[in-house]
Nanobody, 119 residues
């Protein structure tokens, strides 16, 4: 079983920055990809950014040029640097990891961290 714990959310003014972090833990697991998703009230969860085991990244259009995803492969962490934040970025941000354990494939989510951007 793999667990994900996020940190770094909070309240920031428009134009400000936040850095989200997520750490994966468990037994006998490998990670193929890690990513960040978000969900605002009344909307579906959407992709923000994802990074593969090889370092390839994919960003949602709204994140391009403002957000940056990175991984520390030695610590099983993934960070999301968010700059030039807008009120419409307000949402719960979730960390996601997919990979394999000794018992099979997994697709796990963190508990989410609230990001609120004030105008």
């Amino acid at each position: 079983q793999v667990q994900l714990v996020e940190s770094g959310g909070g309240l920031v003014q428009a134009g400000g920055s936040l850095r989200l972090s997520c750490v994966a833990s468990g037994t006998m697991f490998t990670i193929n990809a890690m990513g960040w998703y978000r969900q605002a009230p009344g909307t579906q969860r959407e992709l923000v950014a994802v990074i593969s085991s090889g370092g390839s990244t994919n960003y949602a259009d709204f994140a391009k040029g403002r957000f940056s995803i990175s991984r520390d492969y030695t610590k099983d962490t993934v960070d999301l640097q968010m700059n030039s934040l807008k009120p419409e970025d307000t949402a719960i941000y979730y960390c996601n990891a997919v990979g394999n354990t000794g018992w099979g494939a997994y697709d796990e989510w963190g508990q989410g961290t609230q990001v609120t951007v004030s105008s």
